[in-house]
């Protein structure tokens, strides 16, 4: 079975400032990630994902994650928040290969703060 | 860009009512999601098809059904609505022949409040 792990169910951080939120997963076998973000009253909206290749993953909004196996973490970035990136933020995985059934963490609720 | 859509977006039914959520997507996927969304808690898989005439339950028990008779749509339905049933309804498409690191598309979900 897999499973996700978001440690953090808020985090509040002040504008311009960086900001880490985390992920970890367990799984048994190899697996693909993806980090979405929900906007208030909206539906889920892919930030980013690693499938493969650099562990290092850029994705929309100046967002990045970066995939360590040994860690088995999977945690989101950016380096300057914004008002506008106030939302709840989904880690989410799945098994590359067999029943490819997707788990989602419980969800971080960004606050930028002014 | 996306094209998912979801109606109603509010619904307050009183208890008894039989509802039904509409979800419909223009993007021609294959696989399509119904999740169930409470505060704090992880998304809920409830129903899922693989395409047309295929309907399969997801992780969540739920008492809710769906139907597959189009492509494009995959509405849900309560018989009977109870206060229980209150929760945000999302529904997700995903084009599979991409293979397990295709992402799933989200609409904008029904938040559904039985009194």
């Known amino acids: 079975a897999q499973s996700v792990t978001q440690l953090d169910s808020q985090v509040p951080v002040f504008e311009e400032a960086p900001v880490e939120l985390r992920c970890n997963y367990s799984s048994s076998v190899s697996v693909y990630l993806f980090w979405y973000v929900q906007y208030p009253n909206q539906g889920l909206q892919l930030l980013l994902k690693y499938l493969s290749g650099s562990t290092l993953v850029k994705g929309i909004n100046g967002f990045e994650a970066e995939f360590n196996k040994s860690q088995t973490s999977f945690h989101l970035r950016k380096p300057s928040v914004h008002i506008s990136d106030t939302a709840e933020y989904f880690c989410a995985v799945r098994n590359s290969g067999g029943y490819q059934k997707v788990t989602f963490g419980t969800g971080t609720k960004l606050q930028v703060i002014p | 860009e996306a094209d998912i859509y979801q109606t109603p977006r509010y619904l307050v039914i009183g208890t008894g009512k039989k509802i039904t959520l509409e979800c419909s997507q223009t993007?021609?996927?294959?696989?399509m999601y119904w999740y169930q969304q409470d505060p704090g808690m992880e998304l809920h898989l409830i129903h899922y098809?693989?395409?047309?005439?295929?309907?399969e339950k997801g992780d969540l028990s739920s008492e809710s059904t769906v139907s597959r008779i189009r492509t494009e749509h995959f509405p849900l339905t309560l018989e009977s609505a109870r206060p229980s049933h209150t929760s945000q309804y999302l529904c997700a498409s995903s084009d599979e022949r991409g293979g397990a690191g295709t992402e799933a598309f989200f609409g904008q979900g029904t938040r559904l409040t039985v009194v």
């Open positions: 098809s693989y395409g047309v005439n295929s309907t």
């Open positions: 993007m021609g996927h294959d696989k």
